[in-house]
């Protein structure tokens, strides 16, 4: 069964980083895109960042571009988010899922809470 | 970035219900119209893609569909566990846009 577990998930003050992990398992990994998709509380879903299978082409949502940086170890079948500068707008679940046929999301994981607060 | 707009928000309904759910893009996406189930505390999960496509292990009770520029999600017999909220999203052009969810609940 394709599974995909987060983790790096904290509290973090203002201007702080983090980086969050994503380990994979029951699929080939290294043949598939990947993204992070954030919820903040009580809201919906925003998609935050994707890169393709070789590691190369990445592409970021508008508020995180230049802070955040999306990398994957085909290796280690593990998806990163680095995130600098964060704000207490970045306070949400993050998400990492697969992408999948048509260019769906089809597996997810169950997320990992960042908060960003003083 | 391709707008999204969901309608209803919300919704109230019974179990056997018929539900429908409209999404519409601002701009046009061909077929690449995907749609999520998500409950309370839990991940998202994709019931259906590119408009029509059933993942594989979704019920047959959900359905996907498109007419001039609206997107249709419906439900043909609403049953106990599908009280979530859906999200539509456009995969046509990066960045890839949710609509804002509509959540149906018990009436």
């Known amino acids: 069964d394709v599974q995909l577990v987060e983790s790096g998930g904290n509290l973090v003050q203002p201007g702080g980083s983090l980086t969050l992990s994503c380990a994979a398992s029951?699929?080939?990994?290294?043949?598939?895109?990947m993204h992070w998709v954030r919820q903040a509380p009580g809201k919906g879903l925003v998609w935050v960042s994707h890169i393709f299978n070789d590691g190369v082409t990445t592409t970021y949502a508008d508020s995180v571009k230049g802070r955040f940086t999306i990398s994957r170890d085909n290796a280690k079948n593990t998806l990163y988010l680095q995130m600098t500068s964060l704000r207490a707008e970045d306070t949400a679940v993050y998400y990492c899922?697969?992408?999948?046929?048509?260019?769906?999301?089809?597996?997810w994981g169950q997320g990992t809470l960042v908060t960003v607060s003083s | 970035d391709i707008q999204m707009t969901q309608s209803p928000l919300s919704l109230s309904a019974s179990v056997g219900d018929r539900v429908t759910i409209t999404c519409r893009p601002s701009q046009s996406i061909d077929i690449y119209l995907n749609w999520y189930q998500q409950k309370p505390g839990r991940a998202p999960t994709l019931l259906i893609h590119?408009?029509?496509r059933l993942r594989t292990g979704v019920p047959s009770r959900f359905s996907g569909s498109t007419s001039g520029t609206d997107f249709t999600l419906t439900i043909s017999s609403l049953q106990p566990e599908d009280f979530a909220t859906y999200y539509c999203q456009q995969t046509s052009t990066r960045p890839y846009t949710f609509g804002p969810g509509t959540k149906v609940d018990l009436k």
């Open positions: 899922a697969r992408g999948g046929n048509d260019w769906s999301f089809d597996s």
């Open positions: 590119a408009t029509s």
């Open positions: 029951g699929f080939t990994f290294s043949s598939y895109w």
